[in-house]
């Protein structure tokens, strides 16, 4: 069997090793939206996050979370170290009007969980025709 050899990952693999990778200001999380029944279940992943480094609000049916977290690094020596961001703040639309006040938040094994329902404004209604 021939094997081929690539230079450039030698070279990237190389400069990996020397070069300190970017710090990222704002990383985004991973967010997943799901409708069910009346309601918007939105998931962000936040590994490591604690309640106290989350701010979540809705206004004008746009929902943001933001989050930041003090971490010193100076006692670590880290071999490669990608997970730069300790903050991010992220706004979306919302695609109905959803009830603020019966809003719901969890966090669990590092997944936020939002929980919104639909106004009732949003709500679907009968007209009669006369």
Same mark, same amino acid.
């Given at each position: ?6 230079? @450039? &990952? ?8 020397? !070069?300190?990778?970017? &710090?990222?200001? &704002?990383?985004? $999380?991973?967010? =997943? ?20 480094? !989350?701010?979540?609000? @809705?206004?004008?049916? !746009? ?10 690094? /100076? ?8 997970? %730069? ?7 979306? *639309? @919302? $695609?109905?009007?959803? =009830? ?5 938040? /969890?966090? *669990? =094994?590092?997944?936020?969980?939002? %929980?919104?329902? *639909? /106004?009732?404004?949003?709500? $679907?209604? *009968?007209?009669? !025709?006369?």
């Amino acid at each position: 069997m021939l094997t081929t050899y690539n230079v @450039l &990952h030698d070279i990237n693999s190389l400069l990996d090793s020397f !070069i300190e990778p970017r &710090h990222a200001v &704002h990383e985004l $999380p991973n967010v =997943d939206f799901e409708e069910k029944e009346g309601e918007i279940n939105v998931k962000y992943l936040v590994p490591e996050a604690k309640i106290e480094d !989350i701010d979540i609000q @809705l206004e004008n049916n !746009i929902l943001k979370v933001s989050y930041e977290r003090e971490q010193d690094d /100076s006692e670590r020596r880290y071999i490669r170290k990608e997970r %730069t961001s300790n903050r991010f703040s992220r706004a979306i *639309k @919302l $695609p109905y009007k959803v =009830d603020g006040d019966n809003a719901q938040a /969890s966090l *669990k =094994d590092g997944v936020l969980k939002v %929980t919104l329902k *639909k /106004s009732p404004d949003a709500l $679907p209604k *009968k007209i009669e !025709i006369k």
